[in-house]
């Protein structure tokens, strides 16, 4: 469904990512692993349409959108929950969701997402006046994903989603993965959290220093012992 | 007492206007993070286009904001996008240096078109009168406070309870994820600038009644537009009308009771006595 094909990315013309190959099937999940500063965020972002691509080039269902603006991306269900929430703190949790569903594709679905999401988060139902700047962390975090849901993801991709939350919300938080996987929905998931992914994760990536150090399906990239190297830096 | 009552009366008209002036530098500052120098001279544009408009076409102020305001809107979009924006988020003096040429850039251009004498676009209501108890009220004033409340409803309408709006504050409070979400950034930014100087052609028609214009007046109006900013914490809405509304009188009592000069210091006096005991502006949160 979604594939990146020998992909050079980074900043001001200095690359992150060194010749990067992904791809994820639909109604997949994946999980992408690395220590910090591998890159795994530079890679949700080029996949985003934040970061541009050097050289390789990024399909989605056959076609290519590596020139696609990072709007028409998100009208095609190419949807990023990223690092660290970026809630709009002074809207309500009610308006964070709206605006998940700004896009031409989500607005006329925003009824039905709004349920789904209420039904999945049911803390959110009860606080959709609140601001979202007063919720807690987690609170937060649901309504990142939350907003990602409403803006019509195919694909979701969520960055680093546990970071920072008490065990029992990161618990929360893969059991929500986990329903929205058995739902159908294709997810890439960034984590850290090697063990917690490679539970949930059909297959895994692990990042390191910008390339891809280890693939395949979670068991084998936990045993593997590139993964535990990528992590240590050696 | 009378004399008091006038003058309430009279700061809260006008003030209205200037809290409408500083809505639109508020709108632009929010999501942007530019303070704009040139705004009074796109105020005084404003009047001057009005003024051309009643000499060409002997159309009345009022009626010819049915025209200065689209013209401003694109002037202001066309602004944006090929003077501001391309230096927007390097350093704040650049843009600072950048709005105070555009300042100079109208300045110039209106002396050079319409000369540097003062001269006057007379209004149908300029004369009108009313009498309240023993309070004199302008015609002019009136519509002036009404068509100001009336247009930061109408914007706080919009930012509150419509996709455009609440696409223009998230890309006030997260332009990141406001990205990730589909909002075109750049274009917002566009817009609330093109709004705002589309709203100062409304707020020039507003003002231009009874009123001597020439083309170095600009400066006066950024003046009472930054001072009615910073007092409303720049951002609240209901805290930047309230600025507006106590300039006005500081400067309707200071010309009643003072002798000149003193008298239009009064605005500046008063905006410091606040900005010393409240610096967050006249709102707690903004
Ligand atoms: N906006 C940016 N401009 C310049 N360099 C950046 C930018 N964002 C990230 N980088 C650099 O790219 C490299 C990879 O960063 P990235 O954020 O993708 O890592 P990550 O794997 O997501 O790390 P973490 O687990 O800490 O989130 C880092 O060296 C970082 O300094
Ligand atoms: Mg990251």
């Known amino acids: ?69 990072a709007q028409d991306r998100v009208e095609l269900g190419l949807v990023q929950v990223p ?54 962390g987690g609170e937060q975090q649901m309504v990142a994903i939350g907003r990602g849901m409403m ?27 986990d329903k929205l996987h058995a739902e159908g929905m294709t997810i890439l998931l960034v984590e850290q959290n090697l063990s917690l992914t490679v539970r949930h994760a059909d297959r895994c990536y692990v990042l390191e220093r910008g390339v891809v150090a280890v693939e395949g399906a979670s068991a084998a990239v936990a045993e593997d012992p590139r993964t535990r190297a990528a992590y240590l830096g050696m | 007492m009378d004399e008091l009552l006038q003058a309430l009366v009279q700061g809260f008209f006008v003030g209205s206007a200037y809290g409408l002036l500083a809505l639109g530098m508020g709108l632009v500052y929010g999501v942007s993070g530019i303070v704009n120098f040139a705004h009074g001279d796109f105020v005084s544009l ?22 200065t305001v689209p013209i401003m809107i694109a002037l202001g979009a066309l602004v944006y996008r090929f003077l501001i924006k391309p230096i927007a988020g390097r350093q704040l003096l650049m843009v600072i240096q950048l709005t105070l040429g555009v300042a100079l850039l109208i300045q110039n251009g209106l002396m050079m078109v ?24 302008r015609g002019a004033h009136l519509v002036a406070c009404v068509v100001s409340f009336a247009l930061a409803i109408l914007l706080y309408v919009m930012l509150q309870s419509t996709d455009t709006g609440r696409a223009i504050r998230a890309v006030q409070q997260e332009p990141r994820a406001a990205a990730l979400m589909g909002v ?7 817009m609330t600038f093109a709004i705002g100087v589309g709203v100062l052609a409304i707020a020039a028609a507003l003002l231009l009644p009874g009123l001597p214009i020439q083309p170095t007046q600009g400066l006066r109006f950024t003046v009472i537009t930054l001072l009615v900013f910073v007092l409303g914490g720049m951002t609240n809405f ?11 009188v500081a400067e309707a009592i200071g010309t009643i009771y003072m002798t000149h000069t003193l008298g239009q210091l009064l605005p500046y006096l008063i905006f410091v006595a606040i900005m010393l005991f409240r610096p967050q502006g006249l709102v707690w949160r903004s």
């Open chain 2, 238 to 248: 209901v805290a930047i009308m309230l600025g507006g509304i106590v300039i006005g």
């Open chain 2, 184 to 190: 075109d950034v750049g274009r917002v930014q566009v």
């Open chain 1, 1 to 69: 469904m979604l594939e990146m094909q020998g992909v050079t990315a980074g900043y001001d013309g200095v690359p992150v990512l060194r010749d990067v190959s992904v791809n994820v099937a639909r109604g997949e999940l994946v999980g992408l692993l690395g220590a910090n500063n591998a890159g795994k965020s530079t890679l949700i972002n080029v996949v985003s349409g934040t970061v541009p691509i050097m050289s390789g080039r990024l399909m989605f269902e056959g076609e290519d959108i590596s020139k696609t603006s």
């Open chain 1, 151 to 177: 803006a019509g993801a195919r694909v979701l991709m969520l960055d680093e989603p546990s970071l920072g939350l008490s065990p029992l919300f990161v618990q929360f938080i893969f059991e929500i993965i």
């Open chain 2, 46 to 67: 404003g009047m001057y286009l009005c003024f051309a408009f009643f000499t060409a076409f002997a159309l009345d102020p009022y009626v010819s904001v049915v025209f």
């Open chain 1, 83 to 136: 690092e660290g929430r970026l809630v709009f703190p002074q809207m309500s949790v009610r308006e964070n969701l709206l605006l998940g569903g700004y896009n031409r594709k989500a607005r006329p679905a925003r009824a039905g997402n709004m349920d789904h999401v209420i039904s999945l988060f049911p803390r959110l139902g009860e606080r959709l006046g609140q601001l979202a700047g007063t919720l807690s």
């Open chain 2, 114 to 137: 319409f000369g540097g004498q003062p001269t006057r676009a007379p209004s149908m209501i300029e004369s009108k009168l009313f009498l309240v108890g023993d309070v004199v009220i």
